[in-house]
């Protein structure tokens, strides 16, 4: 009898805790919602719509001289594109300017590529997240405008062959790292739903005027609840970031975001794009081939030659070995966002207490 009584108790128990949380899990939903829904202005005109997010930013601008603005944009104004659109520079005036991201319609991928960003993003503020501020919609093509980013992205900075291409310095690499280690964290463990980015790599990390990294093109973006581990999915991203097993079972993780993030550390180390034609030419690629320099104990050899002889190794090797963990084959031995981004700023602070 007793018996009975404890287990019925048992059972009570459980189902008043999984009531509860779903009514919280519900709460915290519907005041997603509302923000996003309540938190805008709306600018109309024949077959389209301007939504602006309001913030201190925007308080001197409407939707409406947004529109006219948008409507003149042209190929000198534009700053990047890709499979993804068209990125351009909306210049307001002297002290203000926006880059608006174009997503041209007519495909149910691109479709979801859009409403993807603005599910993720839509309520969305952190130091290290890029900030959307409104968005348009029209007949052949959407807009996404977000804050433009003056230092373009680390893969320009790393990578690239132009003038935005210069030299970065030990201590900006990694203050960049924890930056983008950061805002990685607050989507996987702070949003609810979670965020599996599902597309981090360099060109997606931009750096505002102080070089602090902000994540971006949330295109791919996936949202987890609380109390799921996966989300089933077609196999999507970026070759030479993508973790192993995503290929093999089609469920996006939090670790798999967590493998890309290992591959930008490798990038921020060696200066060495994932895919680069050396590695190409032998057969390998960036992770294979810094795991076997690294077991030799010989990280100094593939550490990016610009940045001199005197950057502190100690630091650096903390680094990789902080890269190597979210590059373990077996995802369950990877660490969280959130541990990665403890196991970098220890690194700092060792260094300052010696």
């Not at 999507?236 to 993780?253: I, V």
Request: charged share 25%.
């Amino acid at each position: 009898m007793a018996n009975d009584l404890g287990l019925a108790f048992y059972i009570t128990i459980c189902c008043v805790t999984f009531i509860i949380s779903k009514i919280i899990l519900m709460i915290l939903l519907y005041k997603r919602w509302k923000r996003k829904n309540m938190i805008y202005e709306e600018g109309n005109f024949s077959g389209g719509k301007m939504v602006m997010f309001r913030s201190p930013l925007l308080q001197s601008v409407t939707p409406d001289v947004f529109l006219k603005k948008t409507l003149k944009l042209s190929n000198k104004d534009i700053i990047g594109a890709g499979g993804y659109g068209t990125v351009y520079r909306l210049r307001m005036n002297e002290a203000m300017a926006f880059a608006v991201k174009r997503l041209n319609r007519g495909t149910a991928d691109r479709e979801r590529g859009f409403e993807r960003e603005l599910e993720a993003m839509g309520d969305i503020k952190h130091r290290n997240i890029i900030t959307l501020h409104g968005y348009c919609t029209t007949p052949h093509y959407n807009l996404l405008i977000y804050e433009l980013m003056p230092n373009g992205s680390l893969d320009s900075l790393l990578h690239g062959k132009s003038v935005e291409s210069k030299i970065l310095d030990w201590p900006t690499r990694y203050k960049i790292a924890l930056g983008a280690a950061r805002g990685i964290a607050y989507l996987h463990h702070d949003c609810i739903p979670h965020i599996i980015h599902r597309d981090i790599k360099s060109s997606n990390i931009l750096l505002d005027h102080n070089m602090e990294a902000r994540v971006s093109d949330f295109g791919l973006a996936t949202l987890m609840e609380p109390d799921k581990t996966h989300v089933s999915t077609f196999v999507a991203g970026t070759f030479g970031y993508l973790a192993p097993e995503y290929f093999d079972t089609g469920r996006a993780t939090a670790k798999g975001d967590v493998y890309s993030f290992g591959v930008v550390l490798l990038e921020i180390l060696t200066g060495k794009k994932p895919t680069d034609e050396a590695f190409l030419e032998e057969g390998t690629k960036l992770v294979t081939w810094v795991k076997g320099v690294v077991e030799e104990r010989r990280e100094e050899y593939v550490v990016d030659s610009s940045l001199g002889c005197s950057c502190p190794m100690d630091e650096i090797n903390k680094t990789f070995n902080a890269a190597l963990l979210c590059l373990e084959t077996d995802p369950t031995k990877r660490p969280t966002m959130a541990e990665v981004v403890k196991m970098l700023e220890q690194i700092k602070v060792r260094e300052s207490s010696t």
